[in-house]
């Protein structure tokens, strides 16, 4: 389940501006505040179904603009890379005695705390 709330997150981040304001509203509330599809129903006036249903559609449609447009694959991907980059600088011998070697970790370091 933590890795479809982590996915959901993720794709929202990328995507959720293309989401009616409701969608927004219920996504943010359940997956990034872990609130129940009760408390959101009871927040919104609303069917605890009519939350389920709207979240369903929701996370299907983030999942086509990820299936389209591939933003949220790419930019795992680059992390990725970074991570790896990072490493083999860390397993450099000369990362203390050299500035440029240095700097360049304490570049991708800032770029993956972003």
């Known amino acids: 389940m933590l890795e479809k709330v982590d996915l959901m997150n993720l794709l929202f981040d990328f995507y959720g501006q293309l989401l009616t304001d409701r969608q927004r509203d219920y996504m943010e509330l359940y997956y990034a505040h872990n609130l129940s599809l009760g408390e959101i129903a009871e927040e919104f006036k609303v069917s605890r179904q009519a939350v389920y249903d709207t979240l369903k559609r929701s996370g299907q449609l983030l999942a086509q603009y990820e299936e389209k447009l591939g933003l949220a694959a790419r930019f795992k991907a680059e992390r990725n ?9 860390d397993e450099s011998g000369s990362v203390q005695s050299d500035g440029r070697i240095r700097r360049a970790r304490e570049i991708i370091d800032e770029i993956l705390e972003l």
Do not use: N, V
């Open 81 to 89: 890379k970074l991570s790896c980059a990072a490493a083999l600088l």
